[in-house]
């Protein structure tokens, strides 16, 4: 074999690993889909993803700006649509757009290990994310302050429950700010008679507790440009279908 054509053969290879199916994703599907499928879809396929984070709001304005080939967020897509209206974006036309639901995301309230109860319904979850409800004794707890925490990245997560549990009022006084590296979930466990919600799939932590509380969920979708996904993310597309990836992801 002579050299030029050792060099041609070398050459599609490194082109074929360095195959590229670059997306922006929320924490919702990064933590429930894409971080979970990302190497035994590139070992399956030779298609590497390239993950940007972005909230859904700015999801769309990488996609709308061409600088990746999807956007995925966890939320309808009216919330999708009323996101990019309050930063001032380019609001797409629903003939420019296909959109595909890869996934159902639950939402799920927890507590620092310290606070005991074993359900919250509405009024009580109502009263408490409202900030009318500022005392565990009023909820059947202990007798000590309600903690609330809030999660300013999980945008679509806070819009959802917002919309489901409070029919879109504000949430009442919280905490909104962690150290760096930490996460909601890991702070209501290191806060005492604290409360705050984050996607299931997010809950790795055994040290919180999550009371039964009424069913908070809500779609997860992916968004191209145009009518027909390429032929790469017709791969991923298929892939999430398949056994392997449906055993893999949380939906």
């Not at 819009?159 to 919280?174: C, E, K, S, V």
């Amino acid at each position: 074999m002579n050299v030029g054509r050792i060099c041609i053969i070398a050459f599609a290879a490194i082109c074929l690993r360095a195959q590229d199916l670059v997306l922006a994703v929320g924490i919702t599907p990064a933590q429930n889909i894409f971080n979970r499928i990302q190497g035994t879809f590139e070992k399956a396929t030779g298609i590497h993803l390239v993950l940007k984070d972005a909230r859904s709001p700015e999801a769309w304005r990488l996609l709308d700006a061409g600088q990746v080939e999807a956007a995925s967020g966890g939320l309808t897509w009216e919330d999708w649509v009323a996101s990019i209206k309050a930063k001032n974006l380019r609001v797409p036309s629903e003939e420019e757009i296909t959109r595909f639901q890869i996934g159902i995301d639950q939402i799920q309230v927890v507590t620092s290990p310290d606070v005991l109860l074993l359900e919250l319904g509405r009024e009580e979850l109502q009263g408490i994310f409202s900030g009318k409800t500022t005392n565990w004794k009023q909820v059947g707890g202990d007798d000590a302050p309600i903690v609330l925490l809030l999660d300013p990245t999980q945008i679509a997560t806070n819009d959802t429950f917002r919309g489901q549990i409070l029919g879109g009022a504000p949430f009442g006084p919280a905490k909104w700010t962690f150290p760096a590296g930490v996460t909601l979930v890991q702070a209501v466990a290191a806060t005492s008679h604290s409360i705050g919600f984050a996607p299931k799939a997010s809950q790795e932590s055994l040290k919180v507790n999550s009371p039964v509380t009424p069913a908070i969920t809500r779609p997860v979708l992916l968004v191209i440009k145009g009518k027909k996904p390429s032929a790469s993310l017709r791969r991923l597309l298929d892939y999430l279908e398949s056994p392997e990836g449906k055993q893999l992801t949380v939906r």
